[in-house]
């Protein structure tokens, strides 16, 4: 995320090129944020009311979905979402190790066990085959993760979880705009997860997350679940939880959400742009998509040797960049328990000390992406 010192000259007469840059999407939206603040801050309707009915509304338009449902944060909409199934605590969910962990994190809190699987090499993400592997008699879930902007094959995973009588959802928390076979994510499935974490595509301005479902029962669960447990005021059907979306965030993101659209084209040329110059580079490896498939291009990610030392030199020619993620969730220490080792996923452990992303936003110029590029070719000239 750039701050106000990644557009002022370094020491070397260059401006940094941000990893992220927040203030070029906000800009245009100030006075607009600044009248929602006036007006909700007058009307005193911080939690619920018109405001997070009408960005509900909006989203589930958005994903094609029935209803969505506005939470606290996108782990929180994981969490809600599988615990409206009802299922016995330490019922396994099967779930990619190359995730952040607020996945993984998510199955936990609900009371259910984390079953973590390997990706593919191309794509790094969940498939059918590699999920297939971990499926066992205490199987409930498949909760693949939509990483870096690009869907999963829901369609095998479907059949698959099918087959095997095991409830899909999704997380989609890096998936806002994303297509596959003209599908957005959150229509995939029995219900997806979203963030809308201040970097995601769409962003809050702060933190929030909403679940999308075509199933009314699932709605009505998720809106006890994340209000205490109870639809009313005083009237707690079960045990639930305190994870609203509240009105500042919901109409910040009513504001922002007509653009993005566009802001999801923008991604798509910056990284149309990318692959043409770095599509032959022999040491940079580019993670792949089918024709089928239209990412929102949430995160680029490149595979290349020697990660750190590439970061590092590039942050010395003035770039930005990020790592997601730098350990696989089954070697953390916070899931040790779950008895993995080194070695037991090793696609999604050599892809976390190869990957490396590179400076994604609406509003990154042609001349910024070559100078990426130009840093990240010489820093591998090194090597």
Request: contains cysteine; hydrophobic residues 45%; charged residues 20%.
């Amino acid at each position: 995320m750039s701050d106000s010192r990644d557009n002022e000259l370094t020491e070397s007469g260059q401006t940094m090129v941000p990893f992220l840059d927040l203030s070029i999407m906000h800009a245009p939206f100030r006075r607009d944020f600044e009248m929602a603040f006036q007006e909700i801050l007058s009307s005193s309707r911080f939690v619920g009311g018109s405001r997070v009915a009408e960005f509900e509304e909006n989203w589930a338009e958005f994903c094609d979905a029935g209803a969505a449902i506005g939470v606290g944060n996108g782990t929180d909409a994981i969490e809600v979402m599988l615990r409206c199934l009802g299922l016995p605590a330490g019922s396994e969910v099967i779930v990619p190790a190359n995730t952040f962990i607020a996945t993984v994190e998510a199955v936990d809190r609900a009371g259910l066990r984390p079953t973590l699987c390997d990706v593919d090499e191309a794509t790094l993400l969940a498939t059918p085959e590699t999920i297939a592997k971990q499926i066992s008699e205490n199987s409930r879930v498949v909760l693949p993760v939509h990483l870096y902007g690009a869907l999963a094959d829901m369609d095998g995973i479907s059949k698959l979880a099918a087959d095997h009588d095991l409830i899909v959802m999704e997380d989609a928390a890096q998936a806002h705009g994303a297509r596959r076979n003209g599908k957005p994510a959150g229509a995939l499935s029995l219900a997806a997860a979203y963030s809308f974490y201040p970097g995601k595509n769409l962003g809050a301005l702060g933190d929030a997350g909403a679940i999308t479902t075509n199933d009314p029962e699932l709605e009505m669960a998720a809106r006890r679940i994340a209000n205490h447990g109870g639809l009313m005021r005083y009237e707690h059907e079960i045990a639930g939880l305190n994870s609203r979306l509240d009105a500042l965030q919901a109409a910040f993101l009513q504001i922002k959400l007509p653009s993005l659209e566009n802001w999801t084209l923008e991604r798509r040329r910056a990284a149309a742009h990318y692959h043409s110059m770095l599509g032959e580079h022999p040491r940079v490896g580019l993670v792949s998509h089918g024709p089928d498939e239209d990412p929102a291009w949430h995160i680029y990610p490149v595979r290349v040797p020697e990660r750190d030392k590439v970061a590092a030199m590039m942050l010395e020619a003035h770039i930005q960049t990020g790592v997601h993620y730098p350990v696989p969730v089954h070697l953390t220490g916070a899931y040790s328990h779950l008895g993995y080792g080194s070695g037991d996923l090793p696609v999604s452990e050599r892809a976390a000390a190869e990957l490396l992303s590179l400076p994604m936003f609406p509003g990154i110029t042609i001349a910024q992406q070559e100078r990426v590029v130009s840093a990240l070719v010489r820093a591998l000239s090194t090597l």
